[in-house]
């Protein structure tokens, strides 16, 4: 190991998280806890003192513990298609049997709020977590950005539904949204966004300081925290240290040979190990769209409008040609020589147009592209064999 | 009028027909084809379902040439990246994107989904270059409306039917735009099933049912009797009685309504046509319907209803389904 030195604020991250885990089971007993989607507007939340749990965080997590396919195996058993989604499955395992799931499950929610910008998958898994604990569950619906920038009449619907959602957190939970405390909470959401998105460029330096699977880690914060002091601490540091990483002129790869851009969510369940062979033949991935999908900006003069917009505008809610652009200018920008895209069973959304995205990548940019077939969270969809040969051979083209 | 109406397609159960209408044209369903997809799959990964992979197959080899554009309402997230591909792969016929909201209820939904029907009102009228009068638009209305009352007579018979000939009323209903009720052929003592799906189910199961002897008295279709439960309002104004009806349907799985519920519909509908049975015919990969079959199958086996889920395929093994059906069957005799 000590031949890829690890960053030392990564460490730190994964205490927060382990305390943020600890101390949210602790306060559910004295505050009301809302589960939320990872593109739900936790600012709201998060300025109102709900609780916020991340159920997809918690599949991540599942996945990165290898517990993952035992909880979906509960799920399926229940009658769960082993076709759907992997974080849910895993998700709703664990909320049937929290015994058998890492942390004993998470704390029970009073309230769940469920936001359609980065799926639909989510509306259900958020109903049958409203079935199975009987409280109530608000729908944010985000219509698809077709456009960019959107058309005013969606901004409008989004907007209304986030000041709708206001009133219902209050009347739920007795709590109301003060506007001052709502700016100071936006202001740290878009410093951990703003730092999120300075970290992200450091994979633009010669030798990278960072790799994917260290930005999978260093991400749980810009997610599950944003709003927070605690992500601005985490990411001011994570900051300074790979500052001090290029100053020495240390990458993350040490002899760093090849560039590449990793497309979809993560492999949890072999976030180091499936990296390793490419940082072997020195290939670092320096750039990926699944940790850009949270670099929107928040507008803290017009909270509604401008939390409409940003949430609106995730990545994976965008139409193609958006996206593509958006990738070709990441590949320009962060000088890659190749793309390895995992096509993600349990996310469709991520996973429907990548072979436009490779015929794209490949002819207009020349970058020759890897597409490996796994799941996220469900380690029975992975073929270990299958993956070496493939990744051996394009580690291999490039020469 | 009718004849030379020009055709558009469009592909999911939430698609204003009433507005297409009063556009010209004649809005037409594009099935699923049961073959391998060839052409599809090589633009689509393979954990997506039949019905958008047979779509997309359909258009590149051509076969969709008449249609003069296609629309595309927001559903499921495997219909939302079909439209992405169109787009990329399928220029010459134009898509039309519908961003049909995902929640049915609320304050703020009535007046984005007008604005939204306006909005492909505008895009529309670009396109042919014919303006859409609100006077069109109400004959498009009771058009529709007129269709939908046939079809809803035609359900007060579907248990005297076969199953095959009765689905095959609706998807040339679908296809043509024309209703040709079927022939009743009443079988007394068959067992009463409801079927529950995506779009308008498959014909092997119809096929199915009809050999064992079983009579389908309700559905829970996509596009079944819950598509034509309600109108639009042939008077005020015409786009929000477009919008007003969008909401008043019992949603499907990909949309979300606070009150009206699947659960309470079908155990409705198992009362009320007093049906021995319910089969899922759920698409392989369908995500919605596969979260859905959940719910809806544990509130069945509360009430001691037998339930059966069957996984629908392009090349759907007929063998195979007959044999889980036959055993449904003898499982029902036994209730």
């Known amino acids: 190991m000590s031949k890829y030195p690890r960053l030392a604020s990564l460490k730190a991250i994964s205490q927060v998280m382990t305390r943020y885990y600890a101390q949210r089971s602790v306060m559910a007993r004295f505050r009301p806890v809302a589960y ?39 799920a399926e058993s ?38 359609t910008n980065i799926c639909g998958t989510v509306l259900k898994w958020y109903e049958a977590l409203a079935d199975f604990y009987g409280v109530p569950l608000f729908v944010l619906d985000v219509p698809f950005q077709r456009a960019t920038p959107p058309e005013p009449h969606i901004v409008a619907y989004v907007a209304d539904q986030l000041r709708e959602l206001t009133a219902w957190l209050q009347a ?93 969510i993560a492999i949890w369940y072999r976030l180091y190990r499936f990296f390793r062979p490419f940082m072997d033949a020195g290939a670092c991935f320096v750039a990926d769209t699944y940790t850009n999908a949270w670099t929107v900006a928040l507008d803290v003069d017009e909270p509604f409008t401008g ?19 958006i990738i070709a200018d990441l590949a320009r920008r962060f000088q890659v020589d190749g793309v390895v895209m995992h096509a993600n069973r349990s996310c469709k959304p991520f996973s429907i147009t990548q072979y436009e995205i490779r015929d794209a990548l490949r002819e207009e940019l020349g970058l020759p592209v890897l597409i490996i077939e796994a799941d996220m969270t469900d380690a029975r969809l992975y073929n270990e064999g299958a993956v070496q040969e493939r990744v051996a051979a394009f580690l291999e083209s490039l020469g | 009028m009718g004849h030379q109406r020009a055709l558009i397609g469009f592909l999911t159960a939430c698609v204003p027909e009433e507005l297409l209408h009063a556009a010209g044209f004649d809005p037409v369903f594009i099935f699923p084809r049961p073959d391998e997809c060839g052409r599809g799959r090589v633009h689509l990964p393979g954990f997506v379902c039949w019905i958008v992979t047979s779509a997309l197959d359909q258009a590149l080899g051509g076969e969709l040439d008449q249609l003069a554009g296609l629309v595309l309402a927001k559903t499921c997230d495997a219909t939302q990246g079909l439209a ?10 134009p898509l039309f994107h519908f961003g049909m909201p995902s929640r049915l209820d609320g304050p703020a939904v009535k007046s984005y989904l007008a604005a939204e029907l306006r909005d492909l009102r505008k895009r529309i009228q670009a396109h042919t270059g014919h303006p859409i009068t609100d ?15 046939l079809v809803r007579e035609a359900y007060t018979h579907i248990a005297t039917c076969s199953p095959p000939d009765f689905y095959a009323t609706l998807r040339t209903m679908f296809k043509s735009r024309r209703l040709i009720l079927p022939q ?23 096929e199915i049912l009809e050999q064992v002897g079983a009579r389908v008295v309700g559905d829970l279709f ?28 019992l949603p499907t799985p990909t949309k979300y309504h606070s009150t009206k519920s699947r659960v309470q519909r079908l155990l409705e509908l198992v009362r009320t046509r007093q049906a021995a049975g319910v089969i899922f015919a759920r698409q392989k990969f369908c995500e919605p319907h596969g979260f859905d079959y959940v719910r809806l199958a544990r509130a069945l086996s509360q009430v001691g209803v037998p339930h059966l889920l069957l996984e629908l395929e392009q090349t759907s093994q007929a063998g195979q389904l007959r044999t889980r059906v036959e055993a449904f069957m003898e499982v029902i005799g036994r209730v």
Request: net charge neutral.
């Open chain 2, 222 to 249: 996509d596009l079944g009797e819950r598509y034509f439960e309600a109108d639009a309002a042939e008077d005020g104004d015409p786009l929000e009685a477009i919008a007003q009806r969008l909401c008043t349907l």
């Open chain 1, 36 to 74: 939320v989607t990872s593109g739900a507007p936790v600012e709201i939340m998060e300025a109102m003192g709900i609780l916020t749990l991340y159920p997809e965080n918690y599949g991540a997590l599942c996945g990165a513990q290898r517990a993952a396919v035992a909880l979906c195996e509960i």
């Open chain 2, 184 to 206: 009743p052929s009443p079988l007394p003592d068959a067992p009463r099933l409801i079927l529950v799906g995506s779009a308008l189910g498959d014909v092997v199961l119809f």
């Open chain 1, 307 to 325: 939390m409409a917009l940003a949430y609106t505008g995730v990545f994976i809610n965008l139409d193609l040609a958006t996206r593509l652009r």
């Open chain 1, 172 to 264: 739920h939970t007795g709590r109301r949204l003060k506007p001052e405390r709502l700016q100071k909470t936006l202001q740290y959401a878009r410093e951990a966004v703003s730092l999120w998105q300075e970290i992200l460029a450091f994979g633009q330096h010669r030798p990278s300081p960072i790799n994917a699977p260290d930005l999978f880690v260093a991400m749980a914060p810009v997610v599950t925290l944003r709003g927070t002091r605690r992500a601005v601490e985490c990411y001011r540091r994570l900051k300074a240290e790979l500052e001090a990483r290029v100053a020495q002129g240390i990458g993350a790869v040490p002899g760093e040979r090849y560039r590449l851009l990793w497309d979809n």
């Open chain 2, 84 to 93: 992405d591909l169109w787009r990329r792969n399928v220029p010459h016929i």
């Open chain 1, 78 to 115: 229940t009658g769960y298609p082993a076709d759907l989604c992997s974080y849910a499955r895993s998700h709703l395992g664990a909320v049937l049997q929290p015994k058998r799931a890492p942390l004993r499950g998470l704390p029970r929610p009073d309230l769940l709020v469920c936001c």
């Open chain 2, 135 to 149: 006077d069109e638009l109400r004959e498009s209305i009771s058009w529709c409306n007129r269709q939908r009352a």
